[in-house]
């Protein structure tokens, strides 16, 4: 069975930084068909991509509003992804989920949250 579980979420000041974790049980990251990463929604807002990784040659996507700020990586026995967060602005709050790209619904984990403040 899938399991993806997202940690790391926390309240920051702007310009903060923060780094998200995503445990993966069921598979493991280097199936090359898949590519993997972070989603997020805000409050009254649809859920978007922030960035992903592919399996097959690890390139990454950006969304244009986190490019230059998240750096998106995984471990070496490719079971957990993570989401390293700097700069952060008030925009950036919000529930931040991975699943596969494009997702897939029976993977969405409980999310972390992550809120921006001062």
């Known amino acids: 069975q899938v399991q993806l579980v997202e940690s790391g979420g926390g309240l920051v000041q702007p310009g903060g930084s923060l780094r998200l974790s995503c445990a993966v049980s069921?598979?493991?990251?280097?199936?090359?068909?898949?590519?993997i990463g972070w989603f997020r929604q805000a409050p009254g807002k649809e859920r978007e991509g922030v960035s992903c990784?592919?399996?097959?040659?690890?390139?990454?996507y950006y969304a244009d509003s986190v490019k230059g700020r998240f750096t998106i990586s995984r471990d070496n026995d490719k079971t957990t992804l993570y989401l390293q967060m700097n700069s952060l602005k008030p925009e950036d709050t919000a529930a931040y989920y991975c699943?596969?790209?494009?997702?897939?619904?029976?993977?969405w984990g409980p999310g972390t949250q992550v809120t921006v403040s001062s």
């Open positions: 699943n596969t790209f494009p997702p897939n619904n029976d993977y």
């Open positions: 990784i592919s399996m097959s040659d690890s390139s990454t």
């Open positions: 069921g598979f493991k990251l280097d199936l090359p068909y898949y590519a």
